[in-house]
């Protein structure tokens, strides 16, 4: 049975998981493709249904006794027992409206839950060959095939902050208000669950995101900011718990620091 002292040990086979899937992305992203529709509306692509095949897979031969939930699965019905307190969360290709745009800003992301919080993470850019791993308190970056490096959150920059806002899902009234205490120096516009990871990696600071998201939009990115001495919150500053009924999140706040500075 798997314990949370297990959880280092399985990185590099987690890694060499998202890796292996983000490859097949790779090889659709390459070419035209088809791009369907899901119930909500949201794009849906062949690289998302074989990159969770292969981490379905891989996920089965790691840790047969941990469920896991995955998002296409999920959109097509699939129902899975929670009630452990401890499962997988995965977005097979987090992003797919950049995966469709071919900007290169969508990822490939494992989270663990564990009681509620995420204590492993994995969360893989094919395009930019950059991938990002945490657990037992850890985070970690691999650029372009180099070795992990540890990562850490950077203190606050005196001149002020780099903000982050998503390129495809904004709510810009809610995202100024929000940010017009702070000191901000710039503000970068990404895609994906990639922003928390450059967050962690202290290349920024500060991503507010207004409008729901998923559980597993954010459990990988969770982990390795946790990890590298961030956070993640709502927006009044109380922490974001896993395993709701629905997995469904509200508006999320992602920190360079280890608790909320509220404005």
């Known amino acids: 049975m798997t314990e949370i002292s297990d959880l280092a040990q399985l990185l590099p086979a ?17 070419h035209d493709f088809v791009v369907s529709h899901k119930d909500d509306a949201s794009p849906v692509t062949e690289a998302d249904l074989r990159s969770e095949r292969i981490i379905l897979d891989g996920l089965a031969r790691l840790t047969p006794d941990i469920p896991v939930v995955s998002e296409e699965a999920m959109a097509v019905g699939a129902t899975v027992d929670v009630s452990g307190n401890r499962f997988w969360l995965v977005d097979p290709l ?32 094919p395009v930019l060959n950059r991938l990002f791993s945490a657990a037992a308190g850890q985070a970690w970056v691999e650029d372009d095939g180099k070795p ?37 120096a710039s503000i970068r516009h990404s895609g994906s669950s990639l922003k928390f990871a450059v967050i962690a990696a202290g290349e920024a600071d500060l991503y507010p995101r207004f409008g729901p998201t998923m559980e597993w939009d954010t459990a990988a990115g969770h982990a390795i900011l946790a990890a590298a001495g961030g956070c993640l919150t709502l927006p009044d500053g109380s922490p974001l718990r896993y395993g709701k009924p629905d997995f469904l999140n509200s508006s999320v706040v992602a920190w360079g620091r280890p608790q909320p500075q509220l404005g």
Request: net charge positive; glycine share 8%.
């Open 148 to 184: 992990p490096r540890p990562i850490r959150c950077r203190p606050e920059p005196r001149e002020g902050l780099c903000v982050l806002s998503s390129r495809s899902h904004r709510d810009p009234e809610r995202f100024d208000a929000f940010i017009r205490p702070f000191q901000v």
């Open 94 to 125: 987090d992003g797919t409206k950049e995966f469709v745009k071919k900007n290169g800003e969508f990822t490939v992301n494992i989270g663990l839950i564990w009681d509620g919080q995420p204590q492993a993470g994995v969360l893989y850019a």
């Open 14 to 30: 987690l890694r060499s998981l998202v890796r292996e899937a983000g490859a097949a992305t790779l090889d659709i992203y390459a």
